[in-house]
């Protein structure tokens, strides 16, 4: 047993000698020789080793501002591109010199039954009693008024008995003439937008829902701006939030500022803050849109009183404007006088005239009134709203 215990001893020693033998081998192999040439000068500096950039002294003398150099232009200098501005672009209005001449075919269009029927029966061999009843009844019909058919016609009959001949040439210049009487050609129909000891001027636009109103009013703006004006727009029609909309926008297309104020709101408070802006700004006028009033409302009639009465704390208005649809006919007049009633109208701004054959209502409402026609509207188009004139008013209406 103790020979069998010294055998695998003697073994276990001779196995570790013989691996220690090994492992010494391997720890002793060679080394490569060291190199005998040159290293290559031309070699890749060794890459930075963390902590190099320290050795570079840190109480290195600093370059003033004067020192440094400045990019002399060679190079390319990024430059930051200014924010792109949504500038909205204004309407240029049509100037108004001559815009009614420019609009008189739409006129004429819709006129020329009354003038081309007055010439065909003054060009009757014998004008008899029938003819002249005949030509009441066109102007009776064109809603001339039962006053001013009275003096045509008298007129017309006095001239033509003394004429003698009648040729179409001095039918036409003798029916110009009696027309133009009854016109006016002698009435100032500018709309007074410029005080002589202040600004600005305060226009105050008046009349019935339906007439055009606040659409007039915008399309006045626009004339206004076409003439060299400034304009505040103030919208005291407070009962409907369409017509303060509306307005604004009108005013937008030509750069006019738009003072509005709460649905329901006070309209005589909104016209005072209109004229108090239109002060501020410095601008030369400030048109007041009113909201449209029935004619038969009494309580909205004296509202119409106070808005005037608070706008003229701050200057009295220079023009109060009326509009009138041509195409209401005799009862456009029974509005008039009741709108006179309550607010001095200065003048009558006549829309839709082109599309009515009646444009007697003219002459009419004048005489009614006592104040003179000043704009007459011609169509839909922004710049359908005309100065009157006389002259082309009554050629659109007799024809050429």
């Known amino acids: 047993m103790e020979t069998v215990i010294l055998a695998v ?21 060679p080394l490569p020789p060291p190199p005998t040439s040159v290293p290559d000068i031309t070699a890749p500096p060794a890459e930075p080793h963390v902590g190099d950039e320290a050795e570079t002294p840190r109480d290195e003398a600093r370059r003033t501002i004067e020192e440094v150099d400045l990019p002399d232009g060679s190079a390319p200098v990024a430059v930051e591109e200014p924010p792109v501005l949504d500038v909205p672009v204004l309407d240029v209005p049509e100037p108004t010199a001559g815009r009614l001449v420019r609009l008189r075919s739409r006129l004429s269009r819709s006129q020329n039954a009354l003038g081309k029927g007055l010439l065909t029966l003054l060009s009757r061999e014998h004008l008899d009693e029938d003819t002249w009843e005949e030509i009441e009844e066109i102007l009776l019909t064109a809603d001339v008024g039962v006053a001013p058919t009275q003096e045509l016609v008298d007129g017309l009959r006095a001239r033509v008995k003394v004429l003698g001949t009648r040729t179409p040439q001095e039918l036409r210049t003798l029916l110009r003439e009696e027309l ?29 829902n339906g007439t055009g109103k606040t659409t007039t009013t915008g399309k006045l703006a626009r004339v206004l701006v076409a003439d060299g004006r400034t304009v505040v727009l103030g919208a005291a029609d407070t009962f409907r939030a369409a017509a303060a909309d509306q307005l604004q926008t009108w005013g937008e297309r030509v750069g006019a500022h738009t003072v509005r104020g709460p649905e329901a709101g006070d309209p005589a408070s909104v016209a005072f803050d209109a004229v108090k802006e239109g002060k501020e700004m410095g601008v030369d006028v400030v048109l007041i849109d009113t909201a449209g009033r029935l004619h038969t409302k009494t309580g909205l009639m004296d509202e119409l009183g106070k808005v005037k009465r608070v706008v003229e704390k701050h200057a009295p208005l220079d023009e109060i404007l009326l509009v009138l649809d041509a195409t209401t006919g005799q009862n ?22 082109d599309g009515t054959a009646k444009g007697g209502i003219v002459i009419a409402v004048q005489r ?14 922004a710049d359908d709203l005309a100065p009157f004139e006389p002259e082309a008013f009554v050629d659109a209406l007799i024809g050429d």
């Open 332 to 353: 456009g007049l029974v509005q008039a006088r009741v709108f006179a009633e309550v607010v001095d109208i200065t003048g009558i701004v006549l829309t839709k005239l």
């Open 9 to 29: 001893v003697i073994a276990v020693v001779v196995l570790g000698a013989l691996g220690g033998l090994v492992v010494g081998s391997r720890r002793k192999k």
């Open 180 to 208: 133009l009487k009854l016109v006016g050609t002698d009435v100032d129909r500018t709309v007074r937008t410029e005080p002589e000891d202040r600004k600005p001027g305060i226009v105050m636009v008046v009349g019935v």
């Open 368 to 381: 009614e009134l006592g104040v003179p026609v000043k704009l007459i509207g011609l169509g839909e188009g």
